[in-house]
């Protein structure tokens, strides 16, 4: 059984009841808080710049546009002071990744300057759970860790059946919260965590860990980590006729591209292009292929999202950083949720969405 995500058509993602307001001709900039020199980052800024172009091709009055961070800026917190300091600059899609959105929360709150010039900050794809109630001005369109690895555990023991399961988890914030997460949902369904076992990043030995799971047989590995140590692990574990079912983190996605060679690793989800069944869907898949002649990945489509929610809030009167803060903060409370090419937006107290669809995904598939 497979867990399944609803797509939702580009051209209506509004917020019911709110009609946009303020078309006054300005232009309006949205900042993209990535490094851009990252080569996986171009997956954001594309679904960014493709929101962009939808938010001009409505012709609201108001011209939308992506503002990429300096050059001279270097790191997550340049990034931030630099789009904090630009007065043009209504808000942010990003940062992209967890570690990257904790160090430049402060910034984006403007906690030194006493909030005079704080922004929002909405970030695609930062998952950790330390992120939860961070920031009043830090909002994510994607599910955090915890509600990823309670729907992996729900997974595991419901539609492969399995109950003996081991960990192997990156030793940060993120592998740790995650490894936690999926041990109490895992546990309350009646499996059985055999061995968590922690390792650092950009590990160049799996040998061990391959060992160590080849001597006590789990049915299924855990992984919350990198694409390139899964890489390493899956590997290793091949090397020794060692094929126990394993299933990643949303970061795997990026063995796509690899998919001959891992084929069948599976992994958490927030979108699948390759399996857009209604119009809708099928209409972002379409319009993104058409612009940049690739499939659109999960990144894309959450980037995408981010940007459309943040400018569908600048034109809900005028356009000023508070407005768009306060706006994005009543989504799901007192306004309604937002529609998205990724599922329904709901924000709660803590900026976190709720009730977002998770796909547990297979490589090559």
Known sequence: ????IVFLAIPTFVVSGCAPRGHDGSTIRIGIAADLKRPNMQTVLRGAQLAIDQLNSEGAG???ELAKPPEKATGAVD????????????????????RSSREAAPIYSDEDGGGQHALAAVSPTSTSI??????????RVCPSDAASSRAAARYVLDS???KRASIMYRNDSYGRGWSAAFTEAFSAGG??????NPHFADMNDWRAYAGIIKLTSPQIVLFPGSPADLAGFVRSLRAINADTPILGGDAISELEAQAREFAGVRYVAFFQSSRAESPAAKAFVAAF??????????RSALAYDATMLIGRAALDGNPTRASVRDYLASIGSSRDAANGVTGRIAFDPQHDVVDK???IATVGK
Do not use: C, H
């Open 357 to 359: 669809p998770i796909v």
């Open 62 to 64: 108001n011209r939308f």
């Open 1 to 4: 059984m497979r867990l399944r």
């Open 289 to 298: 292929m058409k612009k940049y002649g690739v499939m659109p990945e999960q």
């Open 191 to 196: 499996g059985i965590v055999l061995e968590k």
């Open 160 to 162: 492969l059946g399995l």
């Open 130 to 139: 330390s992120l939860t109630g961070l920031s009043s001005w830090l909002f």
């Open 79 to 98: 990034i931030a002071a630099a789009f904090r300091d630009d007065p043009s600059v209504v808000a942010v899609v990003g940062p992209a990744d967890s």
